[in-house]
Nanobody, 121 residues
C-alpha cells in the first residue's frame, strides 16, 4: 500500500516556475514508478511525466524541455520542477505510483489528492 501527498501548487504568471512535491508512505514506493498527471476542467486526466525506480524518465511532448521529474528513494519523495509555465499548464496536478511505468492514468493504483496549479497570462 502506498499513500501519496502532493504539495507546492499555486497561482503564478506565465513564464514563472513552480516545484511540486510528492511525499510517499509505504515501503514499496522506492521500487515503484512515480508519475505525474494533470487534469484541467472539462478534460481527461493526462500524462505529464514519469520516473522509474531506477531513474528512467519520460515526458509528454507538451512539457518536454520545460518540466523535470526527479525522486529521492531514500526520502520517499518525488518532485516535478515546472519552468516557463504557460496558461495551458493550468490544471490540478496529481502524483501517482505503481509497479510498472504507464502513460495512461489507468495504469496507476495509487494517487494523491491533487494540487492546483494556475498560470495567468
Amino acid at each position: 500500500q502506498v499513500q501519496l501527498v502532493e504539495s507546492g501548487g499555486g497561482l503564478v504568471q506565465a513564464g514563472d516556475s513552480l516545484r511540486l512535491s510528492c511525499a510517499a508512505s509505504g515501503r514499496t514506493f522506492s521500487t515503484y514508478t512515480m508519475g505525474w498527471f494533470r487534469q484541467a476542467p472539462g478534460k481527461e486526466r493526462e500524462f505529464v511525466a514519469a520516473i522509474t525506480w531506477t531513474g528512467g524518465v519520460n515526458y509528454a511532448d507538451s512539457v518536454k524541455g520545460r518540466f523535470f521529474i526527479s525522486r529521492d528513494n531514500a526520502k520517499n519523495t518525488g518532485s516535478l520542477q515546472m519552468n516557463s509555465l504557460k496558461p495551458e499548464d493550468t490544471a490540478v496536478y496529481y502524483c501517482a505510483a505503481d509497479r510498472l511505468i504507464s502513460f495512461n492514468a489507468k495504469g496507476y493504483r495509487y494517487w494523491g489528492q491533487g494540487t492546483q496549479v494556475t498560470v495567468s497570462s
